[in-house]
T-cell receptor
Framework: DAGITQSPRHKVTETGTPVTLRCHQT?????MYWYRQDPGHGLRLIHY???????DKGEVSDGYSVSRSKTEDFLLTLESATSSQTSVYFC????????????????FGPGTRLTVL | KNQVEQSPQSLIILEGKNCTLQ??????????LRWYKQDTGRGPVSLTI???SENTKSNGRYTATLDADTKQSSLHITASQLSDSASYIC?????????????WGLGTSLAVNP
């Protein structure tokens, strides 16, 4: 998994509670991404970061916030979890992102399975 | 609307057999096309990346083809192994200047049986 860890790997929580997922990389890549994967949908981008404290929204960002205080860590927070946020969340990293090489490759972490009851 | 459609949705083959997975896209303007392999419970892993000018690219027993005119790609797996059992996802990058997007297909679920 290309030096990417995600924690926790599994989490069950209740509606209305805050949840924070962590992504940690050892590759020193500039770009980091959070995706969610659900049946019937391709991977959908939630937020991404192009540097420390530099983040932007993806296509399904409502209900999520992110922070990146260090190159190696990218946090995804669900401020008040809802059942619709039950999903598998993947973190990914890449060297140059969309503004870089067209063949820039994203490397994915192992995923976090989140269940909101 | 930019879309990526994959077929078949699922496929079962016997070990040692070949198979071909299809990807059709409507993404425009086109930048590149990627195939990822996703094992159950794991994150996707890149197999190939093809740009507009490339027709064929191989990675071991995996060979990807691209026809940019018809907006079709295929992934051919030769002499399948049990470890090839996975979901294979086609991803197309649209090139809108500085805001390239990745459009993910739903994947083809491949099961290789002994």
């Amino acid at each position: 998994d290309a030096g990417i860890t995600q924690s926790p790997r599994h989490k069950v929580t209740e509606t209305g509670t805050p949840v924070t997922l962590r992504c940690h990389q050892t590759e020193n890549h500039r770009y980091m991404y959070w995706y969610r994967q659900d049946p019937g949908h391709g991977l959908r981008l939630i937020h991404y970061s192009y540097g420390v404290k530099d983040t932007d929204k993806g296509e399904v960002s409502d209900g999520y916030s992110v922070s990146r205080s260090k190159t190696e860590d990218f946090l995804l927070t669900l401020e008040s979890a809802t059942s619709s946020q039950t999903s598998v969340y993947f973190c990914a990293i890449s060297e140059s992102g969309w503004q870089g090489r067209v063949t820039d490759t994203q490397y994915f972490g192992p995923g976090t399975r989140l269940t909101v009851l | 609307k930019n879309q990526v459609e994959q077929s078949p949705q699922s496929l079962i083959i016997l070990e040692g057999k070949n198979c071909t997975l299809q990807c059709n896209y409507t993404v425009s303007p086109f930048s590149n096309l990627r195939w990822y392999k996703q094992d159950t419970g794991r994150g996707p892993v890149s197999l190939t990346i093809m740009t507009f000018s490339e027709n064929t690219k191989s990675n071991g027993r995996y060979t990807a083809t691209l026809d940019a005119d018809t907006k079709q790609s295929s992934l051919h797996i030769t002499a399948s192994q049990l470890s090839d059992s996975a979901s294979y996802i086609c991803v197309v990058s649209g090139d809108a200047g500085n805001n390239r997007k990745l459009i993910w297909g739903l994947g083809t679920s491949l099961a290789v049986n002994p």
